[in-house]
């Protein structure tokens, strides 16, 4: 499967700044954004800004099996980079 990568900065409540990636199978930025701010609720920060701005395509490439496996059960998979617990 080929995954579609979205390069993701936000601010969090505190002020830090988390980087992560949203992982999806279908190249859609908005559903991108929505899977992000999705996540982001679900760690307590849903007041966090998600735009265009913060969350932009990156790159398409292939993906590990239990990547795959989220992407398919959830939609997306988030890969945490900086400033995520």
Not at 4 to 32: C, L, P, Q, R, W
Not at 73 to 78: N, T, V
């Amino acid at each position: 499967m080929e995954i579609h990568v979205y390069d993701t900065y936000v601010k969090a409540k505190d002020g830090h700044i988390m980087h992560f990636d949203v992982f999806t199978s279908v190249k859609d930025e908005k559903k991108a954004i929505e899977y992000a701010k999705e996540w982001l609720a679900s760690i307590g920060e849903g007041d966090a800004v998600v735009t265009s701005r913060e969350c932009r395509f990156c790159h398409s490439q292939g993906a590990p099996e239990e990547v795959i496996e989220t992407i398919n059960k959830d939609g997306y998979f988030i890969y945490k980079m900086e400033g995520c617990n």
